[in-house]
């Protein structure tokens, strides 16, 4: 157990709705990480929050956002969803800014139907 | 921009037998090299990770990894493999300053009785 939780573990929907996963970071941790994990691309970094504030970007799409709030979870939210947006996405943390060992959640496994 | 590789996409092993997994970077500086697992509908784990110092580094789980400057490796090793060690390997490259870790397509591995 990483210390990193993330709800909900499974999500259905359908296309054109949207969605919000959830992270909790492990105690301490200040910065949070988003990756989307598919098969025909891999494991892909989409953005990076630290005490609050987005740090980094990465392959996120415009349809996609996200936030850290004042407790330092964060949510992803996933609109006007498409079938290629299925996907599992997971959340890391990390102590520092710059730090780079990065603590993995369980993921959140999203079926677009 | 800096880039993994994990030549074998799927290897398949019997219990006992020793395991190398290969992992190749291209980065012009020395890199922050990681390896991760992921179980079967499980998240992320660290297995080990090399910043510097000995280029010989021990993990969990009985794995170990060499750095190879010359050969811009970070192979994965096991004496010996057991049936639990069945999963998907990454292999994740960091540079220093806040950048996202970049991360191989993965290695699955199959251990056979």
């Known amino acids: 157990d990483s210390g990193v939780t993330q709800t909900p573990k499974h999500l259905i929907t359908a296309t054109g709705q949207r969605v919000t996963l959830r992270c909790s970071p492990r105690?301490?941790?200040?910065?949070v990480y988003w990756y989307q994990q598919s098969l025909d691309q891999g494991l892909q970094f989409l953005i990076q929050y630290y005490n609050g504030e987005e740090r980094a970007k990465g392959n996120i799409l415009e349809r996609f956002s996200a936030q850290q709030f004042p407790d330092l979870h964060s949510e992803l939210n996933l609109s006007s969803l498409e079938l290629g947006d299925s996907a599992l996405y997971f959340c890391?943390?990390?102590?520092?800014?710059?730090?780079?060992?990065?603590?993995f959640g369980p993921g959140t496994r999203l079926l677009v139907l | 921009a800096q880039s993994v590789t994990q030549p074998d996409i799927h290897i398949t092993v019997s219990e006992g037998a020793s395991l190398e997994l290969r992992c190749n970077y291209s980065?012009?500086?020395?890199?922050?090299l990681f390896w991760y697992v992921q179980s079967p509908g499980q998240g992320l784990q660290l297995l080990l990770k090399?910043?510097?110092?000995?280029?010989l580094v021990q993990g969990i789980k009985g794995f170990e990894a060499e750095f190879k400057r010359s050969q811009s490796s970070f192979n994965l090793r096991k004496p010996s493999v057991h049936w639990s060690d069945a999963a998907e390997y990454f292999c994740a490259v960091g540079m220093s300053g806040n950048t996202p870790l970049v991360f191989g397509k993965g290695t699955r591995l199959s251990v056979i009785a």
């Open positions: 090399y910043f510097s110092g000995d280029t």
């Open positions: 890391a943390s990390s102590v520092e800014l710059a730090a780079k060992t990065q603590y």
């Open positions: 980065y012009g500086a020395t890199p922050y």
């Open positions: 105690s301490g941790d200040l910065s």
